[in-house]
């Protein structure tokens, strides 16, 4: 196996932004650090990648790394675009929403795109679904506040009607009845898949949309190509190339089990399970990679 496929390892992305838990005020990186992580996997790709980003006294410039990530969060976007990633969510969520009317659930239903980023899918959802008709209300939340100010711009120059917030999505002063997550659990490895998925067990909320790799023998292949093809920056290149972190049947197996400890997964009715396993029956040339 390529080091850079290594899945034991974190992104690049996770390793250069740190944020003080419950402030979310950004907290220094030592570039070394990162570089230490990088280099026990003999993994040069990143290395290189972490090595090209500018520091003061061994620190990373913040403006630099903002700056770097709102490019990749771009080429991201193009990514999304090419592949009708908007069309694959909206196509699963309208039926999600359908059965939540069915059985009864009249009010306004807020769905909340968790680390979304510079807010492609929910700008994506906003421009081509009449919020009003469908009584939802549409928001991103993502940790980090400079990709969420890109994606209020975007919207506002689009005059979009949903908003993005920097914060926790999963924090207690906000709520969601469906959560929805494009490339975001594949950076949550065992026990912090667990964690993360067990946070949608709260009062309000009846579904949950995650997509991300497909994790089996060819993902990495299809990634690596379209990556290679597609990015530009270093970051971007070697990101989301690795295979999903845990092996092929083991991430379906977490996530039913976090399921069975009392998470409310698809749709409200008896469609736990139904929705999940289609979801996972997605064929993986369909999957965004
Ligand atoms: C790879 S980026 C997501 C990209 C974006 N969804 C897209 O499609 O372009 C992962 C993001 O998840 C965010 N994140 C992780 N956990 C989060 C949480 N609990 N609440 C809000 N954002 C979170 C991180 O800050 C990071 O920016």
């Known amino acids: 196996m390529f080091p850079a496929w290594n899945p034991a390892q974190h992104e690049i992305t996770d390793l250069i932004v740190r944020h003080e838990p419950h402030s979310l005020r950004?907290?220094?990186?030592?570039?070394?650090?990162?570089?230490?992580?990088?280099?026990r996997f003999h993994n040069?790709?990143?290395?290189?990648?972490?090595?090209?980003?500018?520091?003061?006294?061994?620190?990373?410039?913040?403006?630099?790394?903002?700056?770097?990530?709102?490019?990749?969060?771009?080429?991201?976007?193009?990514?999304?675009?090419?592949?009708?990633?908007?069309?694959?969510?909206?196509?699963?969520?309208r039926v999600v929403i359908r059965s939540m009317r069915e059985v009864g659930i009249r009010e306004t239903l807020r769905v909340v795109d968790v680390g979304c980023g510079i807010g492609y899918t929910t700008r994506w959802l906003a421009t081509k679904v009449p919020s009003a008709?469908?009584?939802?209300?549409?928001?991103?939340?993502?940790?980090?506040?400079?990709?969420?100010?890109?994606?209020?711009?975007?919207?506002?120059?689009e005059k979009l009607e949903c908003k993005f917030l920097t914060g926790d999505a999963f924090s207690t002063e906000h709520s969601a009845h469906i959560f929805l997550s494009t490339g975001v659990i594949h950076h949550f490895r065992g026990e912090e898949l667990v964690r993360f998925l067990r946070q949608h067990d709260r009062p309000g909320t009846q579904a949950f949309l995650h997509f991300d790799f497909q994790p089996w023998t060819l993902a990495p292949v299809g990634s690596w190509f379209f990556h290679n093809l597609r990015?530009?920056?270093?970051?971007?290149?070697?990101?989301?190339?690795?295979?999903?972190?845990?092996?092929?049947?083991?991430?379906?197996?977490?996530?039913?089990?976090?399921?069975?400890?009392?998470i409310r997964a698809a749709s409200p009715s008896d469609g736990r399970s139904r929705t999940l396993n289609s979801t996972f029956s997605i064929p993986a040339c369909s999957r965004f990679p």
């Not at 008709?133 to 120059?157: K, P, Q, V, W």
């Open 26 to 39: 950004r907290l220094p990186v030592r570039k070394q650090d990162v570089l230490d992580v990088f280099s």
């Open 231 to 262: 990015m530009r920056t270093r970051i971007a290149g070697h990101d989301g190339v690795s295979p999903a972190p845990q092996g092929k049947h083991e991430w379906p197996a977490i996530v039913s089990a976090a399921i069975r400890s009392r």
């Open 133 to 157: 008709d469908y009584n939802i209300e549409l928001a991103g939340m993502d940790l980090n506040s400079t990709l969420i100010a890109e994606a209020n711009r975007l919207a506002h120059l």
């Open 44 to 93: 040069r790709q990143a290395e290189r990648a972490v090595l090209g980003i500018p520091d003061s006294d061994g620190i990373l410039d913040e403006r630099d790394v903002n700056a770097l990530l709102l490019t990749v969060h771009w080429e991201m976007q193009r990514l999304a675009e090419e592949f009708y990633h908007g069309h694959r969510v909206w196509n699963i969520l």
